[in-house]
């Protein structure tokens, strides 16, 4: 055989032409549906810009060490050792107050979004769209806002109204320093964050329990239901489950996002002896103070797979299944 003759395979051929046929195929349900893909474009474009290519960058940066002037230089698994071996600050105080927090708030601002979105929906129409605007209202306010309504409320001082109450009725002797004590600034915190939680989620369950076909009470009753917690029990939360799981994902997002409050209220940051020092204010710290971009990433990577985690688990307990 001449060294210049091409041998040819004919099953590479038959790939080939496949793979053109198959391309030519999608291209074709493209155009086919284009009107669809350009009312889908905008989304698209953004998800990809301020989604999908951060957390691509970020994963990639948490395997660097980068300082915002010399260009990245890759690491490997040291960001992460370090954060779960040698980081006391995260270990110490960023960790457990992020769990503490999130258990406070995550479960008892759901807990309360459902019972306050039932007990509205029993009421007339129009008080109904009154008092869901009044505690829908406090989560459109910033934290900056928030921080200008709770200060002088926990003020440590006499003026401070929360303090000069409980001295009014001899609850106390002296003034508490609500958002300066560590042992108080974690309380104040809480407080805070369930005060302005009824966000999207609480809307989602408001809409939920309304749209809960009423016949399905009648045939409980016909059945042996005799109470209405067994009405929201056995009718009412299986009958929203979709609305629940995404009351659930919002209420693990913005917990698990928040930690900025803290920050306010103390005025200070760190905020006094880290007690109120989360994970997001830790990467705060290394991004926004140390300039340490590489190790805030390997931070935020961490952070997500938290909420990954908890959303997976919250698909579990609320998804619906195929036969439902």
Known sequence: MPKNELVVNPQNIQRHVKGNSRLQELLKTIYKHRISYLYIAPFTFCFLAF???????????SFTYYNAIEPPRFIGWKNFQYLLSQDLIFLQHSLPNTFKFALFVGPGGYILSFLLAWLIAQ???KARTWYALAFYTPSLTGTIAMGIVWLPLLA???IGYLNSFLMKFGFIDSPILWVQ???YLMGSMIGVTLWSSMGIGFLAMLAGVLNVNQ???EAGRLDGIKSRLQEIWYITIPSMKPQMLFGAVMAI???LKSG??????SG???TPEYSAHVIISSIDDYSGVRYELGYASAISVFLLLIMFAANRFSIKLFGTKEEE
């Open 51 to 61: 989604i999908f290519i951060p957390i691509v960058m970020a994963f990639g940066l």
């Open 123 to 125: 009421l007339p129409n």
């Open 253 to 255: 997002v913005g917990t």
């Open 260 to 265: 900025e409050i803290g920050t306010t209220l």
């Open 156 to 158: 440590g001082d006499r």
């Open 181 to 183: 004590d560590k042992a």
């Open 215 to 217: 016949e399905l009470y």
């Open 268 to 270: 200070s940051f760190p």
